[in-house]
């Protein structure tokens, strides 16, 4: 094959690779196709010119096929060439189920509220939540039609831990209680994930991440939605039934919620597609200006000192910054495909990365000295290890970041390191949730 | 004689995978195939043809592996599970189902069918 009619398979292969809905592998093969025919062509007598340009009429213009591998691609839009019995034939079946369980989930919170009216400020919110997500769990075993160790694994690790907890004496103004019913959900949900990927964990992890962002998306929507309708039918009948507002949020807004969750894990599995298109575009959007958000404190915290007031809501809110970006750098990693190259969105979130390390130390520092001049508190103990625990993933995810950029390799490993961590935070919320309590006398 | 294109569509996954079902194959070969069999009648735009394999891998009719021709080529080859068997099994009887239905059909037509239905 001459040098020329090479370059001219190059210059189509490149056309090729700028159509965004061909991927690598994909052009490939249809490269590998081309050349085979141009092989067949000159073996019938024509020339390398006549060959290259009818084997390229026949594979078809460029826009053409890259418009057939957008349809094979994104497989929503082929779900509806797919034949009728793969399309929706249980679809029914499902929505019935589906709703059933998010009744359960409604009623069983429902049920807890009325059986825990006195001590509802600590047996309530330690098990609700819980419940919730272990019907969500629950669904979605049944949904895998797994057999009986996954339920067992999974409900149970997401049911003992708050059974036990609320046999804890938590003192009534204590800062173990809110560090249990915050880490308790935090736990529970990687049972969740255990449900999700039906018992087989090891090497799957990055579906159960990409799950977990899905489900938060589609979550918020439900709930800015179910806030906005339960104010106003409040609202609206606060004139004729006093108080119905109040009694609105508390009674009925806790069973909806947890109603709500399956049917925004429901959401995820069934608008597969729609979200998948979704996902990147968030990643993309919001990675820049958390790199963006994450640089300006670094700086004016670099600026302003390290010694300022650190006070409780303000480490919350340093936590709160530093776990959504880790969160948004792993959910952009579950959304990217692996073997596109790197790009400007991966250079943002090391940036991001590297704000949030900086960050992270800056809150280490005050951390430290406030434990010195203050003494240990179950506080500053879960802020402590959450800290550390972030740090070293930091540190890792900047090293992998910047060796991916430098040597323009694939986000294969920073995916291997994000989801070898994971169960570093589970182990960490069940320890602030059950070991810190009895530690610091449930103070 | 060009066959519809709609019509090519819909014979694409029976005939893909019944030429699967010969042996495993890569793409052009495949082409070349179905050009032979339909004695160059059923033509479908090569580009239109990689998409459908790749949906029918994902759907799990089909195995797929890179491997090497003889003389030295990479090339993508394709392979029919028992679950594209179990598709095309199907297909196959929905076809059989249309094409006796036609069979039937055009032979009253031959034999001066609209006459004898009215009659009826």
Same mark, same amino acid.
């Given at each position: ?337 692996? =073997?596109?190259?790197?790009? +400007?969105?991966? @250079?943002? #979130?090391?940036? $991001?990365?590297?704000?949030? *390390? &900086? !960050?992270?130390? /800056? ?52 995916? =291997?390191?994000?989801?070898? +961590?994971?169960? @570093?935070? #589970?182990?960490? $919320?069940?320890?602030?949730? *059950? &070991? !810190?309590?009895? /530690?610091?006398?449930?103070? | ?120």
């Amino acid at each position: 094959m001459s040098a020329a009619l090479d370059a001219r398979i190059t210059e189509w292969r490149a056309h090729l690779d700028r159509a965004r809905t061909v991927r690598t592998g994909e052009a490939d093969e249809l490269e590998a196709h081309l050349r085979e025919q141009i092989d067949v062509l000159r073996d019938a007598g024509l020339d390398e010119d006549e060959a290259f340009l009818i084997a390229v009429k026949r594979l078809g213009a460029v826009d053409a096929i890259s418009r057939e591998f957008a349809v094979a691609n994104s497989a929503r839009m082929w779900k509806q060439l797919l034949p009728a019995d793969e399309a929706a034939p249980a679809s029914r079946r499902e929505t019935g189920v589906t709703a059933a369980f998010a009744l359960l989930a409604g009623v069983l919170v429902l049920v807890l509220e009325l059986a825990t009216p006195g001590g509802s400020l600590t047996v309530f919110p330690l098990i609700a939540p819980s419940l919730a997500i272990a019907v969500l769990a629950a669904w979605l075993l049944q949904r895998r039609g797994v057999g009986w160790r996954p339920w067992l694994a999974a409900l149970g690790w997401i049911l003992v831990p708050p059974a036990i907890a609320i046999a804890y004496p938590f003192g009534a103004s204590s800062d173990a209680l809110p560090l249990a019913l915050i880490h308790l959900p935090v736990f529970a949900w990687f049972g969740a994930g255990i449900a999700y990927l039906g018992g087989r964990w090891r090497g799957r992890a990055m579906q159960f991440v990409r799950f977990s962002g899905e489900i938060a998306i589609y979550y918020l929507l439900i709930a800015l939605g179910g806030g906005v309708l339960l104010t106003l039918l409040g609202g609206i009948l606060q004139p004729l039934l006093p108080g119905s507002l109040a009694a609105l949020m508390q009674w009925w807004a806790p069973p909806l919620a947890a109603g709500a969750l399956v049917v925004a894990g429901w959401l995820v599995e069934a608008k597969q597609r729609v979200i998948e298109n979704l996902a990147p575009v968030l990643a993309a959007v919001f990675t820049p200006l958390f790199a963006v958000a994450t640089v300006v404190a670094a700086v004016v915290y670099g600026i302003g000192g390290l010694g300022g007031p650190f006070d409780r809501d303000l480490l919350l809110a340093f936590d709160l910054l530093l776990l959504l970006v880790t969160a948004l750098g792993l959910y952009r990693l579950s959304a990217r495909d692996p =073997r596109r190259p790197v790009g +400007v969105i991966d @250079a943002a #979130a090391l940036v $991001a990365t590297l704000g949030s *390390l &900086a !960050l992270d130390l /800056v809150e280490l520092w005050s951390l430290a000295t406030r434990i010195g001049d203050l003494g240990w508190t179950a506080n500053r103990v879960a802020a402590l290890g959450l800290n550390l625990l972030l740090v070293v993933v930091l540190v890792g995810a900047a090293i992998l970041g910047i060796r991916m950029l430098v040597s323009r390799g694939t986000s294969a490993a920073l995916e =291997r390191w994000h989801t070898a +961590v994971l169960p @570093a935070y #589970a182990a960490w $919320a069940l320890i602030v949730a *059950l &070991a !810190l309590p009895p /530690v610091f006398g449930f103070r | 004689m060009r066959i519809d294109k709609d019509l090519v569509a819909a014979a694409a996954t029976p005939l893909v995978l019944a030429i699967l079902v010969e042996g495993p194959s890569y793409g052009y070969a495949i082409l070349a195939r179905v050009r032979e069999l339909s004695g160059g009648e059923l033509v479908f735009r090569d580009g239109m043809l990689y998409p459908l394999l790749h949906r029918l891998e994902e759907l799990g009719r089909l195995r797929a592996e890179w491997g090497v021709s003889p003389d030295g080529r990479r090339r993508k080859y394709y392979e029919i599970t028992p679950a594209g068997r179990r598709a095309l099994e199907e297909q196959r009887s929905q076809w059989s189902a249309v094409t006796a239905t036609f069979g039937r059909i055009w032979d009253l037509a031959a034999d001066g069918g609209p006459t004898t239905a009215a009659a009826r």
